[in-house]
């Protein structure tokens, strides 16, 4: 399945959001964030209590949708500050 990307600028930083489904065999998505090219943050979550469910296609885009919406949204709260400025 698909994914999804965004720059999002917060503190005068440009960082990279990433949000991708991991395949079958992992059975999981991850989001990764990017700053300078530099990898800075990640979440990933696992996917396999959506299997068997007739709507698998569908909730597994909602999920992806949401994490990233969710880690995009803490960025500009300033919620991963701490990661995302390590030296």
């Known amino acids: 399945m698909g ?6 600028s917060h503190r005068g930083t440009a960082f990279l959001v990433q949000t991708q489904d991991n ?9 990764l964030v990017y700053r300078s090219g530099r990898l800075v943050f990640s979440r990933k979550a696992s996917w396999q209590s ?3 469910d007739p709507r698998f296609a569908d909730r597994l885009k ?5 994490q990233h919406r969710d880690v995009c949204g ?7 500050d701490a990661f995302l400025f390590r030296s």
């Not at 395949?23 to 989001?31: I, K, V």
């Open 50 to 52: 959506l299997l068997g």
């Open 23 to 31: 395949g079958p065999r992992a059975q999981s998505l991850e989001t």
């Open 74 to 80: 803490e960025i500009r709260a300033g919620r991963l």
């Open 62 to 66: 909602e999920m992806i949708e949401a």
């Open 3 to 8: 994914g999804t990307t965004a720059e999002i």
